[in-house]
């Protein structure tokens, strides 16, 4: 029997108010899973009515005290990785060394934000002559409300909850209805960690009935979300006409350029794991190789070699859900050249009863082709292959989107060179690390506003100026 798990709304679990839940389904098997309540507006508003009561108490108490549980809280994510990790694999069918990977980055979102809002979550005495005193401040915008998509929901979700914790905010946070239980969990730990009541509540549920309902409601000061272009744009709308501030982080179609004289064994590895890392379900995934035309036919080859020895269920999970399983299914077969490797569904053993796709490399693409210019958020690569410089900058730039790039050169200057043209919110040269402490969001149609870094601690504050004369 199907577990129910309810909404968690000032410090304990609540049922709906319509007394519905919806299904689940275990993405590696087929088999349903748990039930998660279906929120609506009037749950919404009990959650946000739970923040606003709870917000300036928080706020109230210094950095450092709020510091403290942040790292009490990073401490329970730890201790309790295995529990978490299980509830994700039951509902993303991911691979042991994905989850514990998400599992480690998420205690290290709390660690770095309890760190960096003592340094630098205060304001600054600005020089003004004798007899003035003038200072700035940062202050929290009160309740805020987070939107989370089904492809990192711990991950993701510990990305927006801590720095807007540090800050002093209360949070109203609304996961995928495909995979809400691990964030139910993580308010759990965060409230026996000593998070006060209120504080940190969750709604669970679909976009239309509490997401939106969530972005609505006038009690929300700021709101972020992660997803897809079309329900950014929507959102953006909706704050627009409450001139709500927002953080909108919307996905990419992102390349990785290899030049002749890099390091073909690291540029390899990179387009390797940009397919299996997460099935490929990750907005910043570099999909899009671009390689200098006279090493192009040796990089593809060996990228296929990799990709072939590839193993479902070991090196990489299934696709989290149906309906994105059948968009990658439909690129595929409407592909304009057949697959290096790939191409397809499983047909026979334990992969075909789940939603396996195989790593797929599509060479030579037409650049203008829809599988090379849409994100497919899955395990699909496509080559193109370039002649010079300007002809790799050119190609790298050819998208509407603009979230993550890579460049792979023996020639470092030209790296760095060609990063500083790419239009791409971050750009990693010769592998260069993109972690918690690195600011994190989009160009074009990828988004505005920034996750990750110090960055991200500004996003949930607001800057107060304050003067006196001194008499």
């Not at 389904?25 to 899973?33: I, R, S």
């Not at 009863?353 to 690569?381: K, Q, S």
Request: aromatic share 6%.
């Amino acid at each position: 029997m199907a577990i129910r798990h309810d909404h968690w709304i000032d410090g304990r679990h609540t049922p709906p108010e319509g007394r519905a839940w919806l299904p689940t389904l275990d993405p590696a098997t087929g088999k349903p899973g748990d039930e998660i309540a279906a929120g609506s507006p009037a749950d919404v508003a009990r959650a946000v009515v739970a923040a606003e009561n709870a917000r300036h108490a928080w706020a109230h108490r210094s950095p450092a005290e709020r510091a403290a549980v942040l790292h009490r809280i990073a401490d329970a994510v730890e201790a309790d990785a295995e529990t978490l990790m299980e509830l994700e694999r039951a509902c993303t069918g991911k691979v042991l060394a994905q989850l514990r990977l998400e599992v480690e980055t998420s205690a290290a979102y709390f660690r770095y934000y309890a760190g960096v809002v003592r340094a630098a979550g205060q304001g600054q005495v600005i020089e003004q002559g004798a007899g003035v005193h003038t200072y700035t401040r940062y202050e929290p915008y009160g309740v805020v409300g987070v939107i989370t998509p089904w492809n990192l929901p711990l991950n993701q979700a510990c990305r927006a909850l801590a720095p807007a914790l540090a800050m002093g905010n209360a949070v109203v946070i609304k996961p995928s209805e495909f995979t809400s239980v691990s964030t139910l969990r993580l308010a759990g730990l965060a409230a026996e960690a000593g998070l006060p009541a209120g504080v940190l509540n969750v709604i669970t549920g679909t976009g239309p009935e509490a997401g939106e309902a969530l972005a609505a409601h006038p009690g929300i000061r700021r709101l972020a979300f992660t997803g897809s272009v079309a329900t950014g744009r929507y959102l953006a709308g909706v704050a627009g006409g409450r001139l709500l501030p927002l953080t909108l982080e919307l996905g990419g179609k992102s390349p990785l350029v290899v030049f002749a004289d890099a390091d073909l064994d690291g540029a390899v590895a990179a387009a390797v794991t940009a397919l299996t890392a997460n099935s490929g379900q990750v907005c910043s995934a570099t999909t899009r190789l671009l390689v200098e035309e006279s090493v192009h036919d040796e990089v593809v080859d060996r990228v296929v070699t990799a990709v072939a020895g590839l193993r479902p269920g070991v090196d990489f999970g299934p696709l989290i859900t149906e309906a994105q399983y059948r968009k990658v299914l439909d690129l595929l077969a409407d592909a304009p050249v057949p697959p290096a490797t790939g191409g397809g569904p499983y047909e026979e053993g334990s992969a075909a009863r789940g939603l396996y796709v195989r790593p797929t490399v599509f060479a030579r693409v037409d650049p203008d082709a829809p599988v090379a210019r849409e994100e497919v958020f899955g395990p699909v690569l496509v080559t193109v292959p370039f002649e010079d410089e300007d002809g790799a900058l050119e190609l790298a730039n050819d998208t509407e989107y603009g979230l993550v790039a890579a460049v792979w050169s023996g020639d470092l200057a030209r790296g760095l060179r060609l990063a500083e043209r790419i239009e791409a919110g971050q750009v990693a040269v010769n592998g260069g690390p993109l972690t918690v402490e690195t600011p994190f969001g989009g160009y074009k149609r990828s988004g505005y506003g920034r996750e990750k870094g110090l960055a991200a601690l500004h996003e949930y504050a607001q800057l107060k100026t304050v003067s006196a004369t001194l008499r």
